[in-house]
């Protein structure tokens, strides 16, 4: 159990740009999540997969972010035309089926400029 | 809407002493709670959690409270050490494999 991995861990960019992040859950979850957290706030959902169905998304998720998880297994977030409110740690999570715990990566730490 | 509330943004209790985090909810379709706690430029790592079944979840030092009737959780630590000083946040969930709500989150520092 290497537990759930996020890359870049921190990512600085003009606004404008489109950015990606990439999440890799622990090998046998089948369940993957994203998550946002801006200052003094808690996480807030984004979307979830369970395998490769992209099972709920956000009123947070406007038309610019886009989550895939083709094989179900790695999933990537992908944000096009950043503006500097989407700056935010972008988290990651996952878990199984037999248990509701969720396992969180470190986060991606995004500081659009 | 926020269907997870921590009131207190922040708390300071001495070491070996009792911790108290409060949380409250607004949705009655939650039926599964738990605790997580956060240091800087961490992720969340789970703590405890407790059915809506159940009243009281105990994990060493850890208990979790629930008072369906007052949508109402607390979690108490003790005794308080000075690692515990990190975020925690309460969230919630409304079935099986639901996505979790969370609270705002409570800063909790335990001073030597």
């Known amino acids: 159990d290497t537990g759930v991995s996020q890359n870049p861990r921190h990512k600085i960019t003009k606004r404008g740009q489109n950015v990606t992040f990439r999440c890799d859950p622990i090998s046998e979850h089948n369940r993957l999540y994203w998550y946002r957290q801006t200052l003094g706030q808690g996480p807030e959902f984004l979307t979830y997969?369970?395998?490769?169905?992209?099972?709920?998304k956000s009123r947070l998720l406007s038309d610019r972010f886009s989550a895939e998880r083709p094989k179900g297994s790695f999933s990537t977030l992908e944000i096009q035309r950043t503006e500097q409110g989407d700056s935010a740690m972008y988290l990651c999570?996952?878990?199984?089926?037999?248990?509701?715990?969720?396992?969180f990566g470190s986060g991606t730490q995004l500081s659009v400029l | 809407d926020q269907q997870v509330k921590q009131n207190s943004p922040s708390l300071s209790v001495q070491e070996g002493r009792i911790s108290i985090l409060n949380c409250d909810y607004t949705n009655s379709m939650f039926d599964y709670f738990l605790w997580y706690k956060k240091y800087p430029a961490e992720g969340p790592t789970f703590l405890i959690s407790i059915s809506s079944i159940k009243d009281k979840n105990e994990d060493g030092r850890f208990t979790v409270f629930l008072n369906k009737s007052a949508k109402h959780l607390s979690l108490h630590i003790v005794p308080s050490q000075p690692g515990d000083s990190a975020v925690y946040f309460c969230?919630?969930?409304?079935?099986?494999?639901?996505?979790?709500?969370f609270g705002t989150g409570t800063r909790l520092a335990v001073r030597p």
């Open positions: 999570a996952s878990s199984s089926t037999s248990n509701e715990k969720l396992f």
């Open positions: 969230a919630a969930r409304r079935g099986s494999g639901d996505k979790l709500t």
């Open positions: 997969f369970q395998n490769e169905a992209q099972l709920e």
